[in-house]
């Protein structure tokens, strides 16, 4: 039998290959004790980690919800730097382990150059994805123009360190400012989350941040956007909310918990914000609905609990709050837009942020 001589993509492709150590001297930043702006995460000021609910929350999270927590979904670091050259030192809370989402989306960064509104993407970090540490260099050129640079957190990975790396002596200041302090805050599911984007960029989340100048806070919760009501309590601690968008109903077992969670999920924002805006989101169509009629149905019935309650909040008075079906979001082309059926692909994300743009624009106006 001959024997089987098939090489390695690395092997055959150069443009696959992991870069080794460079051999430079690097300036390295820690964003903590810098003018780096870190964005994302609410509590960061008083618990100095990377970390999307308090260390030591007010009201008890489920293990689940506590766990993922430390998922860095969201986060971002903003700068301006004259460096012609570019790098990222990370410490992993664990190694990348998903069967349907690349490791660069799980526990990458990637980079992206402008200021807001023209921001450009780069480059990903390019790592061995069995390590829990790595280093990246992300560009490295002659240009020592300012330039503002922003760095988007793993989705679905704790990230214990990470750190900038500069040209010797070249200059790292604060970003422009954003248009406006309030925060666009997302609470939902693993769609929220970032599953199962390609890279953190691709988050559609992180998309809108670059078409809204605004920050944007990602509190999705892989498999565990319940609406519980001690999520509901934390988020209104959030300082100067902008809007919230409620998109948890893909977590929800039934019409019956969604009736129990959402209408005192949205009592507990409005005793915080009353007037604040809020937009309640029906999940999207799943590509098991084309041959299953229970599931459609069962979609079906969630997504007219959460339009009532809204309807009957509008004729309450609150003139703040909206509903958006999520058939919506990837219109007809949901069947090729996922990765499993359910979970969007960049192009999913894509979508998703084509139709939520106008709806946040609308909210912020």
Avoid at 32 to 58: K, M, T
Avoid at 175 to 199: D, L
Avoid at 254 to 260: K, R, Y
Avoid at 287 to 302: G, Q, S
Wanted: aromatic share 10%.
């Amino acid at each position: 039998m001959p024997e089987n001589n098939m090489k390695s993509v690395e092997q055959l492709d150069p443009n696959m290959r992991l870069a080794g150590p460079d051999g430079k001297d690097w300036q390295w930043v820690d964003p903590l004790q810098s003018s780096v702006q870190v964005a994302g995460f609410p509590w960061l000021e008083g618990d100095q980690i990377y970390r999307r609910l308090p260390q030591n929350p007010q009201w008890p999270l489920r293990p689940p919800v506590d766990s993922l927590a430390n998922c860095t979904a969201g986060g971002q670091l903003r700068f301006t730097t004259n460096s012609p050259r570019l790098s990222v030192r990370v410490k992993l809370a664990a190694p990348a382990s998903m069967y349907h989402m690349p490791s660069t989306g799980q526990c990458g960064f990637d980079c992206y150059l402008g200021e807001p509104g023209q921001q450009r993407y780069l480059a990903t970090t390019r790592y061995d994805y069995k390590l829990t540490e790595y280093e990246s260099v992300l560009f490295d050129s002659e240009d020592t123009s300012h330039k503002t640079v922003t760095l988007n957190f793993p989705l679905y990975q704790g990230v214990k360190e990470v750190w900038i790396g500069l040209e010797p002596g070249a200059e790292i200041a604060a970003p422009p400012a954003y248009e406006n302090p309030g925060k666009v805050i997302f609470y939902g599911t693993s769609i929220t989350q970032g599953g199962c984007a390609a890279r953190p960029g691709m988050a559609f989340t992180n998309i809108l941040s670059r078409r809204i100048n605004r920050e944007f806070i990602n509190l999705g919760f892989s498999g565990n956007g319940k609406g519980e009501p001690e999520l509901a309590h934390l988020i209104s601690q959030i300082a100067d909310p902008a809007c919230y968008i409620l998109d948890y109903d893909a977590n929800v077992a039934s019409a019956q918990d969604m009736q129990e969670t959402l209408p005192e999920f949205i009592r507990i924002l409005r005793a915080a914000y009353p007037v604040i805006p809020i937009l309640v989101i029906s999940r999207v169509p799943t590509a098991r609905e084309y041959y299953d009629k229970a599931a459609r149905e069962k979609r079906l019935a969630k997504l007219q609990v959460q339009q009532d309650t809204v309807q009957q909040l509008q004729a309450a008075g609150d003139a703040n709050i909206s509903f958006l079906s999520g058939e919506e979001l990837m219109g007809d082309s949901y069947l090729e837009s996922t990765v499993d059926g359910s979970h969007p692909t960049d192009l999913g994300f894509w979508l998703f942020a084509n139709a939520l743009e106008p709806e946040i624009n609308k909210m912020l106006a």
